[in-house]
């Protein structure tokens, strides 16, 4: 345990997985309180145990981060509970598979419902607290298919696209009120997101098929580093982000992607 976090608490959504667990682990680990909320609430519940099973302190709890009154609904929750809410990790997301013309109109709607609406919804209802208390962090999980295109994955990268351009006007709206709004940009990290991804596309970019493994072992040349990313990756930036020892960033989008984005 360290106290890069000391007496904060930080709401996670999508705690129940993948990134959204470690970033929550790694929170608790620094010293925070921590709101782990999913749509699976019992996963959210996993999350928070393993965090008291380190000798932290965390709440689970169920939210569908498409809905307003769901987020409106956490944030009254965390404050009830912790009195407080200095860490936004708007992480929530479902996979996507399909080129533009691939992907119909309600999957398109659920993607961005999702992966768009559900980080604006959760900046939305943390933002008055944050004001009212001089100050927060926001980081908002975005993704390298914001940043470059990617074969397949057309509503997803929209999605994306749409929480990078959030938190840049975000940050520069919110930040004489000590607000910062930063976005991370992972590149691939084996989790249930990008497996059903590639299962769902048959393949790396759904132009040839290919079994999982495979299609990971094609994704991971495709790097400079020639492997995947992992869940710690990404954490260890949420919690620089969420600390005050990144006080002067605000509007920076930040890959996590083993040079992906730099080739
Ligand atoms: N894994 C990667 O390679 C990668 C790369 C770039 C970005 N990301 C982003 O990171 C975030 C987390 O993805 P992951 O890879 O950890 O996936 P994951 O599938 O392991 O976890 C996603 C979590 O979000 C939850 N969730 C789904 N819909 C929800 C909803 N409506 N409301 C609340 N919770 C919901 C799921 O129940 C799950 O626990 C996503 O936004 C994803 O787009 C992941």
Known sequence: MS???????????????????????????????????????????????KIE???????????????????????AEAQARFERI?????????PSAGSLTDVDFDHWQRVLAVNLTGVWLANKAVIPVMQAQGGGSIINQASITALVGFSGVAAYSAAKGGVVSLTRQAAVEYAEDGVRVNAICPGTIVTPLVTETYVQRGGVDGRQ????????????SRYPTKRLGEVEDVANLAVFLASDESKWMTGAVLPVDGGYTAA
């Open 209 to 220: 098929r290919m079994s999982l493994d495979d299609a990971l072992a094609a994704s991971a």
């Open 86 to 94: 200095d860490v936004l990790l708007a992480n929530a997301g479902v």
């Open 53 to 75: 099973a380190m000798g932290g302190t965390a709440l689970g709890i169920g939210l569908d981060a498409s809905s307003p009154d769901d987020n409106d609904r956490v944030v």
């Open 3 to 49: 106290d890069r976090l000391r007496a904060k608490v930080a709401i996670v959504t999508g705690a129940g997985s993948g990134l959204g667990r470690a970033s929550s682990l790694a929170f608790a680990a620094a010293g925070a309180r921590v709101v782990c909320a999913d749509l699976d609430a019992a996963s959210a519940d996993e999350t928070a145990a």
